[in-house]
């Protein structure tokens, strides 16, 4: 079997360390590992699997020539300028950021709902990971838009601060322990405090209103499941350290009973439904931390409107909302492409 030069691009990252370790743990025919990151970086350690240490390396001098396949999460500036120097070594980019994704000539993908998407990757020999908030939804509707299709979906998300990187995680620990001895409350990530509070913002406001992961989750959908689909939005940062949920109101043009819908989903790949209408029968962000799975709870049918469906969905945002998604996407790449 044929193995492979793999680089991770923001490797001393939340998201990078995860890729990493998502390679050793998913056995990836990997020849060489090379760990990147910017100059304050070089030098650090940065672990792969249980056994290896790697030392990273200064990004902006890296010579891509004989790498094969480069995974990055190290923001949309730096994949706009080290991405297309990647793909002209003739190394493929798997890029984390949103810098590419509604490139037309970059296919957006998630495996589990259009692997098909990644011969694309030859146009500019870049793929871009979607926003993990639209990860995990597009997995747990793509089986059911397949059976009777979506018309509109309504989300609102609440999402964990590791999202926003390391800091912000730093920044919640820190506001919690400082409500209890009453210390000040430091905001540097967050315009308002996020320690028990939540926060109706995430990325940019735009003209309309809605801010750019609202948009996102959007154009992305569009994109990976089908383009007729409406989508509205509202993105929430809630202080939970790891893990998205979301609250999905779907609309369907034919019937999509709550029993149908479950049955459908029990099947579906990198789904796990659990549903049981108890007060331990559903599952929280807290339960899912270090879990593959998106995970589907209180399915039940909405009543207010003609073939609607309500589904409660979570998932790990480090691992399929981010390293899980890339690597699998490079495990494909790997096997069909290479």
């Known amino acids: 079997m044929r193995t492979f030069n793999v680089a991770v691009v ?5 998201v990078g360390q995860e890729m990493l370790k998502t390679l050793a743990e998913r056995e990836f025919p990997v020849d060489k590992v090379t760990a990147l990151a910017s100059k304050a970086s070089v030098g650090r350690e940065a672990s792969y699997g249980e056994k290896q240490v790697l030392k990273v390396q200064d990004l902006d001098s890296f010579d891509f020539t004989g790498t094969d396949i480069c995974l990055s999460s190290a923001g949309a500036k730096i994949s706009e300028a080290f991405a297309p120097r990647a793909a002209a070594a003739g190394c493929v980019v798997i890029d984390n950021t949103s810098q590419f994704r509604m490139d037309p ?12 998407a990644i011969g694309q990757y030859q146009k ?4 871009a990971n979607p926003n993990c908030s639209t990860i995990q939804m597009v997995v747990a509707l793509k089986p059911l838009h397949d059976m009777a299709k979506i018309k509109r979906i309504v989300v609102s998300t609440y999402q964990a601060v590791s999202g926003a ?3 912000a995680m730093d920044e919640l620990f820190t506001q919690t322990r400082g409500v209890y001895v009453n210390d000040p409350m430091k905001k540097d990530i967050f315009h308002k405090q996020i320690a028990f509070n939540c926060i109706p913002h995430i990325d940019v406001f735009m003209d309309d209103g809605s801010t750019k992961e609202e948009w996102k989750m959007m154009v992305e959908t569009k994109k990976i499941l089908d383009p007729s689909i409406k989508v509205s939005a509202t993105a929430v940062r809630v202080p939970v350290f790891v893990c998205h949920a979301e609250s999905i109101n779907v609309e369907f043009e034919t ?4 029993d149908h819908a479950r049955a459908i989903l029990k099947k579906a790949p990198g789904v796990s439904v659990v549903d049981h209408r108890h007060e331990d029968g559903f599952v929280t962000q807290a339960e899912c931390t270090g879990e593959d799975a998106v995970f589907v709870s209180r399915i039940r049918e ?3 409107v003609e073939n609607g469906l309500n589904l409660w969905i ?3 945002n480090l691992r399929k909302g981010a390293a899980l998604n890339a690597v699998q996407i490079a495990e494909i790449l790997a096997k069909e492409y290479l």
């Not at 923001?10 to 939340?14: C, R, Y």
């Not at 019937?255 to 709550?258: C, H, L, S, V, Y």
């Open 165 to 167: 990187g390391r800091e």
């Open 124 to 127: 500019k020999m870049i793929i």
């Open 10 to 14: 923001g490797a001393t990252g939340a």
């Open 255 to 258: 019937e999509m009973t709550a």
């Open 302 to 304: 909405d009543i207010s």
């Open 314 to 316: 979570v998932s790990d």
């Open 105 to 116: 000539d970059v296919p957006l993908i998630v495996p589990e709902v259009n692997p098909q």
